[in-house]
């Protein structure tokens, strides 16, 4: 294991032994290739950097008490970049060869799998992208997928259950309303670049999308899903522009287990004021808790028009930290997996 203070890790990159690679030409993939240089040719014209033809997912492999590594839920990600590079017209990796490769990038970098006693792990970057020279605007022909990984620690440090501030800034969305905002690709995270900094920049750790078409009810934050907890329900957004998460979808799973009920539905931005636990949800973040939520008609504007308050403001809530607990539970072998969401993979 590589000597790195795991705790003082963030949610950033650091560099690590090798990146896994397939090239697809003349409708096959190639096998894959394990390359240490990170710095791949592409020819300028690549569709990639003209026309954001990129899709990308994310997954974490952890350590487990019992010393053997897992990888969470691969298949849901192989599924989902699927989904998104149909959107695009691109050719994709089977379920299979997304899998094997995954599991080839854990064992090039196995190394740097933090210790089952931080709160670290070993993320790992899918990523999908046309390659062939173009000028013309259409989908690629041909694609390079690859898989980067990176140890990383939680988005506020060591302490993944901090919670944060979030605003709403009704004058952006993230996602037009028949656009999307229900596949990962990169053009999507393009258009918050600028509201994110602005949000930031105010001192708000996450921002708040409402929906495109009324601009009143709530989608998802910038790069998680929105989750809130009223009597005993746990409630998240039902909308075709929100990205289906892999984490929410289990969170979901593991609160119907622990006696909850689970509501999928449109949530008006004004319920906020009833919710006892508000929450980001995703693969990077886990989840993190929202202790409050500013709703601003302009984001640019210092006017708050509605300021709303979840607990403590200092302490994740009660029930949000069960769920949180269970899920790190399953990834690290604590708890049992009974609905085989992990792969293990063999590492020297
Ligand atoms: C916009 C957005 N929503 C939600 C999520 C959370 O999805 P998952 O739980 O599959 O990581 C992510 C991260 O992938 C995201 O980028």
């Not at 302490?315 to 997996?337: R, V």
Request: glycine share 8%; proline share 5%; charged share 20%.
């Amino acid at each position: 294991m590589k000597n790195i203070d795991w705790g003082s890790l963030k949610f950033a990159y650091t560099k690590t032994d090798a990146v896994i690679y397939s090239l697809y030409k003349d409708g096959k993939w190639s096998s894959p290739i394990v390359s240490e240089d990170f710095n791949l040719p592409l020819n300028c014209y690549a569709g990639v950097y003209h026309y954001g033809s990129s899709c990308f997912e994310g997954l974490k492999a952890f350590r487990g008490v019992d010393g053997k590594i897992r990888l969470f839920r691969p298949d849901q990600n192989a599924k989902r970049m699927q989904t998104s590079a149909k959107f695009l017209d691109m050719a994709y990796p089977s379920e299979e060869l997304f899998i094997q490769m995954c599991i080839m990038s854990v064992q090039a970098n196995s190394e740097y799998i933090p210790p089952v006693d931080s709160s670290a792990s070993l993320y790992l970057r899918p990523l999908l992208m046309g390659i062939n020279p173009q000028l013309g605007i259409r989908s690629s022909d041909e694609a390079m997928f690859i898989i980067m990984a990176s140890p990383v620690g939680t988005y506020s440090g060591d302490l993944s259950l901090v919670p944060g501030k979030a605003v709403i800034g009704r004058n952006y969305d993230r996602a037009a309303h028949q656009g999307s905002g229900g596949v990962k690709i990169g053009a999507n995270y393009a258009q918050s670049l600028h509201p994110y900094n602005l949000a930031h920049n105010q001192g708000y750790r996450e921002l708040l999308f409402v929906d495109s078409k009324t601009n009143s009810m709530i989608e998802e934050f910038g790069s998680s899903n929105f989750f809130a907890i009223k009597n005993n329900t746990y409630i998240t957004p039902s909308s075709p522009s929100v990205l289906p998460s892999i984490t929410n979808a289990c969170l979901r799973t593991v609160a119907e287990d622990m006696g909850l009920k689970v509501e999928r539905r449109d949530i008006p931005v004004e319920e906020l004021a009833e919710f006892e636990e508000v929450n980001s949800c995703g693969t990077a973040v886990v989840i993190t808790p929202i202790c409050s939520i500013d709703d601003k008609q302009i984001l640019e504007n210092p006017e708050v028009q509605h300021h709303y308050t979840f607990g403590d403001g200092t302490h994740c809530g009660p029930i949000s930290e069960k769920l949180y607990n269970q899920i790190i539970g399953i990834q690290k072998g604590k708890i049992e997996d009974k609905y085989g969401w992990n792969i293990f993979v063999d590492c020297k």
